[in-house]
């Protein structure tokens, strides 16, 4: 079993600037599916970005150029850097994990992008 902590979304003028944490409870390494998805009102949760077989990297097209994707090994924690944010961008962000068959999911983590 995996366990997910998101942490690090807020309120953000558009074109600024957040970062998204993801604490695993176990080695990232051994994990087949890690990333982002995020969920906006009134609509499907959609990926974000995500690593795949341990370094492929997948963006939705809507993010790419502006959004990167990170892990840090070490801390078994997955980023998002999220660059100039625009109001659509407005949803709450869901870490996800493939893991040994099974999928998990974080808590969840809003981010908010408004003037």
């Known amino acids: 079993q995996v366990q997910l902590v998101d942490s690090g979304g807020g309120l953000v003028q558009p074109g600024g600037s957040l970062r998204l944490s993801c604490a695993a409870s176990?080695?990232?390494?051994?994990?087949?599916?890690l990333g982002w998805y995020r969920q906006a009102p009134g609509k499907q949760r959609e990926l974000v970005a995500r690593f795949t077989s341990g370094s492929t990297i997948n963006y939705a097209g809507s993010v790419k150029g502006r959004f990167t994707i990170a892990r840090d090994d070490a801390k078994n924690t997955v980023y998002l850097q999220m660059n100039s944010l625009k109001p659509e961008d407005t949803a709450v962000y869901y870490c996800?994990?493939?893991?040994?068959?099974?999928?998990?999911w974080g808590q969840g983590t809003q981010v908010t992008v408004s003037s």
């Open positions: 176990v080695n990232i390494d051994s994990i087949y599916a």
């Open positions: 996800s994990a493939g893991y040994s068959g099974a999928w998990y």
